[in-house]
């Protein structure tokens, strides 16, 4: 493992935007973990974990610290005896593994669940950070397990799903305090049954166009990777980080306050009492923002969610343009919409 120096960030984000870090490394088992903290105690620095770049605004000044790019990648694992009366059975994988490329894998070797998480960039470890979701699943929902490395202690642990604390778009793996811990390893509990979940708006109307009643996982994952290739933007081509906003979440009587201003104004109330409202929509018919340019940055034409970096402009661009879409949904209906993407180094 090598420690460089001046390393261009902008090089490892799906958004093409991040100036140098003062240090950079990749690490690809624990015992780099443990020469990169020794390291970061040695010269009491700051440091910042990167997997896949996908969900990250890096600032054009960089980082002043270290950037450890996580690289811990492990073959997947079927634990042995786990197979339960239940037909479910305990798959792990290293952090660093493509995210992708793994729900690929557990499909394809007949182990159900994270089908509808597919075509998401990323690595395993950021998994569970975000607890990323998409078409009415959450990946906190199938976690059983977390490895984690203590860059304080040094010590080496496992924390279950319930000890991660997981939200919606949310984990303890997001609290300034617990940044010390980076994930080396994720477990997921998942089905040996084909039970699909296709509830999702997108996914029933694909099927029922296409007049398929059987549907099996396979083709959930065949028909999201359809859908997100047609609603989002390539990020190995374009500059972008997928959703850059997270979904409203408001008390009843406030979504009945906006319904009589905006009667269209969609809204599903959760277990909590809130209402999720979907931001796309406000970003659409209220505030007008479906395919604006700013600069050399944008909204996607085919999604509001979703920012795009056209120009490969700088990573200030991208955040006054973001800055500007917190106003005009808090101006036209008094939500504080937040950011799902992370900045770093602002």
């Known amino acids: 493992m090598i420690i460089d120096k001046n390393i261009q960030l902008s090089d490892f984000t799906t958004f093409r935007t991040g100036g140098t870090a003062d240090f950079f490394c990749r690490v690809s088992t624990v015992e780099d973990l443990k020469i990169v903290r020794d390291f970061i105690q040695k010269n009491n620095i700051l440091f910042f974990v990167?997997?896949?770049?996908?969900?990250?605004?890096i600032s054009d000044e960089g980082f002043?610290?270290?950037?450890?790019?996580n690289e811990i990648k492990k073959e997947l694992v079927c634990e042995a005896g786990e197979v339960t009366m239940n037909s479910t059975v305990l798959v792990s994988a290293g952090s660093g593994n493509d995210w992708d490329g793994f729900v690929g894998?557990?499909?394809?070797r007949g182990w159900f669940g994270l089908e509808n998480l597919s075509h998401i960039p990323g690595t395993v470890g950021a998994a569970p950070v975000q607890n990323v979701g998409a078409y009415g699943v959450e990946a906190g929902s199938l976690v059983e397990w977390v490895?984690?490395?203590d860059m304080e202690t040094g010590e080496i642990k496992k924390i279950s799903a319930q000890e991660c604390g997981f939200g919606y778009r949310d984990s303890i793996f997001k609290r300034s305090q617990n940044k010390k811990l980076i994930i080396t390893q994720v477990c997921f509990r998942l089905s040996l049954k084909p039970d699909v979940h296709i509830e999702y708006k997108d996914l029933t109307e694909y099927f029922t166009a296409k007049n398929i009643t059987d549907i099996t996982p396979v083709q959930v994952r065949a028909a999201i990777i359809e859908i997100r290739t047609k609603k989002l933007p390539d990020w190995k081509i374009m500059g972008t980080a997928g959703s850059f906003f997270k979904n409203c979440f408001i008390t009843k009587e406030?979504?009945?306050s906006l319904k009589e201003q905006y009667p269209g104004i969609p809204g599903f109330t959760g277990a909590d009492g809130l209402v999720k409202v979907p931001l796309a929509w406000v970003l659409d018919h209220v505030c007008n923002l479906k395919g604006y340019r700013h600069e050399g940055v944008g909204v996607y034409e085919n999604q509001s969610l979703v920012l795009v970096n056209y120009a490969m402009k700088n990573a200030s661009?991208?955040?006054?343009?973001a800055s500007l879409i917190v106003m005009k949904v808090k101006e036209k209906t008094g939500i504080e919409i937040e950011p799902e993407v992370e900045y770093v180094g602002f």
């Open 50 to 57: 990167l997997g896949g770049g996908s969900n990250v605004l």
């Open 64 to 69: 002043r610290g270290l950037v450890i790019k």
């Open 105 to 108: 894998e557990t499909i394809s």
């Open 147 to 149: 490895e984690i490395f």
């Open 254 to 256: 406030k979504y009945e």
């Open 317 to 321: 661009e991208v955040r006054e343009l």
